[in-house]
């Protein structure tokens, strides 16, 4: 007889407990507290360049631009997750009892990563989408030239672009702000990708 190995699954206070002081993050997903590997060179220059291009076009306007570190708590999957880039309306939405987590953006963007890419595309994207306020979706890859983006049209409607051009401008509608695809892929190199 094989004996079985039992998860520990973990209490929303027991996951706070302990992502607080940690020096690294660590999504949870519905007891599960899963480690957030750290994302490449390329990964964190994409991720950087779309920060600035928002920060930029948004200055002086009624957003809050994130990168990387910023909590966000969506409860109708009991999900704790760090999106690489979001942006919420001012002032912000703090979860219940919490001044450290979000739970209103209107856009986020994930730089997609081999281990992450099926991840980011399917159940996180339907957990985003149970988001009240959430419109607009950007997925950007790291490997080649190649973004797709996701606006709500209408409720349970989606619209899906994608993109392959560098020399193609974005067009964000939540914010009216145009982006370049070069933009976002600023000093990266393929070939060491």
Sequence with gaps: MIAQTETKRYTIDEYLELEIPSETRNEYYNGDIIPMT?????HNRISGNLYIALSLGLKRKPYEVFYAD????????????????MVLPKPLELQ???????????????VLSKSTQNYDRGEKFVAYRTIPTFREYLLIDQYRVHVEHHVKTAAHQWLFSEYDDPNVTLSLSTFEITIQIAELYENIDFSTV
Excluded: C, H, M
């Excluded at 750290?38 to 390329?42: N, R, V």
């Excluded at 910023?70 to 880039?85: E, F, N």
């Design 96 to 110: 219940t009892g919490r001044k450290d987590t979000v739970v209103n953006p209107f856009f986020i963007a994930e």
């Design 38 to 42: 750290g994302g490449t060179p390329a």
């Design 70 to 85: 910023q909590r966000l708590w969506i409860p109708s999957r009991s999900l704790y997750t760090y999106p690489d880039v």
